[in-house]
């Protein structure tokens, strides 16, 4: 069965930068759009952003656009998140997730990550 598994959260000040990674060890992604959410403590997950599998289609919740860039290389079998100027309201557990179509924003990910930790704050 695939299994998901993010890397790269952490610590950081307000207005800097994080890049997620999400791995499949052992399974081919480029056969799945992949998803990014977000939980933030207290409040519903929600999909930031969802990348195509040839990566030509990218889309991105409002409160991300233009500071978050989702993209893939299915060389190495990875989906990436960048996230720049970052702020409290970024703070979550992030995960990725796998959707055999490209679907926005609504989706069916039989697939997901077991999430990593973004916490924003100085």
């Known amino acids: 069965q695939l299994q998901l598994v993010e890397s790269g959260g952490g610590l950081v000040q307000p207005g800097g930068s994080l890049r997620l990674s999400c791995e499949a060890p052992g399974f081919a992604l480029d056969y799945y759009a992949i998803g990014w959410f977000r939980q933030a403590p207290g409040k519903e997950r929600e999909v930031v952003a969802l990348?195509?599998?040839?990566?030509?289609?990218?889309s991105y919740a409002d409160s991300v656009k233009g500071r978050f860039t989702v993209s893939r290389d299915n060389a190495k079998n990875t989906v990436y998140l960048q996230m720049n100027s970052l702020t409290a309201e970024d703070t979550g557990v992030y995960y990725c997730a796998a959707d055999q179509m490209y679907r926005w924003p609504g989706g069916i990910y039989d697939y997901w990550g077991q999430g990593t930790q973004v916490t924003v704050s100085s």
């Open positions: 990348i195509s599998q040839s990566g030509g289609f990218a």
